[in-house]
């Protein structure tokens, strides 16, 4: 079964502190995106990534860094935390170009709640 | 800039009733795919439908079906005999099959279904 693995479910941080999100995902998919969903905005891309070490700024870049070295990873840093960035964070992933496999073009985590207090 | 608007926050009516949600996009590229996913409160994200851009013939999944106007850049989604358990988020979404392959997505719809 495809899988797109985040790491943590749920985090309580402090500000100030970096932070580390991480997305897995085993598809060998080229195509990997950051979220962050909040009430009546949607999701918001933040950063995505079409190859290994190669990243485009999403719609909200600002407060973030993300980092590909390997193909099925794709980390979203949050150099120093701030309460604003609480929120919801998703990950996806698709091939490149997108194209239906196994039913889906785009995989989805299961989300990671971070709470920066 | 591509964008997605969903210009309806919360919709609201009765089991079996049918309910339309709106999507509107904006991008000058030919070639993507349309989504309408759905969001329980798992937040974990299910395909409901997909439309290719390229294919004229809207696409239909049992009780769930769209109308693509492709020059008005209009996805819209049809949910016939609405049952309690369609209740959910709603979200609109295209991705750009060329170029930079940026998924896009609209802000939601929340839509309960009453007994």
């Known amino acids: 079964d495809v899988k797109v693995t985040q790491s943590s479910r749920y985090l309580v941080k402090r500000t100030g502190e970096k932070v580390f999100l991480e997305c897995v995902q085993d598809?060998?998919?080229?195509?990997m995106f950051w979220y962050r969903q909040d009430p009546g905005l949607g999701l918001r891309l933040i950063y995505f990534s079409y190859d290994v070490k190669m990243k485009e700024k999403g719609d909200i870049p600002e407060g973030y860094s993300v980092s590909r070295e390997k193909k099925e990873r794709f980390s979203l840093i949050l150099e120093s935390a701030s309460t604003n960035q609480t929120s919801m964070y998703l990950c996806?992933?698709?091939?490149?170009?997108?194209?239906?496999?196994?039913?889906?073009?785009?995989?989805f985590g299961e989300g990671s709640w971070l709470t920066v207090v | 800039a591509q964008t997605v608007t969903q210009s309806q926050p919360e919709m609201s009516v009765q089991e079996a009733e049918t309910v339309t949600l709106s999507c509107t996009y904006d991008?000058?590229?030919?070639?993507?795919?349309l989504f309408w996913y759905k969001q329980p409160p798992s937040r974990q994200m299910i395909l409901v439908i997909r439309q290719e851009a390229y294919k004229q013939q809207n696409a239909t999944e049992n009780r769930f079906s769209v109308n693509f106007q492709k020059a008005a850049k209009s996805f819209s989604l049809k949910i016939s005999d609405s049952q309690l358990g369609d209740t959910a988020m709603y979200f609109c979404a295209f991705i750009i099959i060329q170029g930079a392959q940026k998924l896009v997505f609209g802000q939601g719809t929340r839509l309960t279904i009453n007994p």
């Open positions: 598809m060998d998919h080229e195509n």
């Open positions: 996806a992933s698709s091939l490149t170009p997108p194209r239906v496999r196994s039913g889906n073009t785009i995989y």
């Open positions: 991008t000058s590229e030919n070639n993507y795919y």
